[in-house]
């Protein structure tokens, strides 16, 4: 099962439970502002796969993150 965790990094203690919900089998799919290089360890390890979007307020930009994970 897959899960969209849109601003992974944001608050900080989210990372938590994207941890979690990797530990329960799901495959934890982010899409954030922040690069991917600005993440804590933690939350790269709970993160199948992150996707960056300029703006988390673009409408546009995030609904093209969510088509991505599903092509």
Not at 45 to 57: A, K, P
């Amino acid at each position: 099962m897959n899960f969209i965790f849109i601003s992974p990094n944001f608050p900080h203690t989210y990372w938590n439970l994207c941890d979690r919900l990797r530990q329960n089998g799901l495959n934890v799919l982010g899409i954030g502002d922040a690069s991917y290089d600005s993440l804590k360890d933690g939350l790269k390890n709970s993160l199948t796969e992150y996707y960056r979007v300029d703006s988390l307020e673009d409408y546009d930009q995030v609904f093209r993150a969510v088509a991505y994970f599903f092509i």
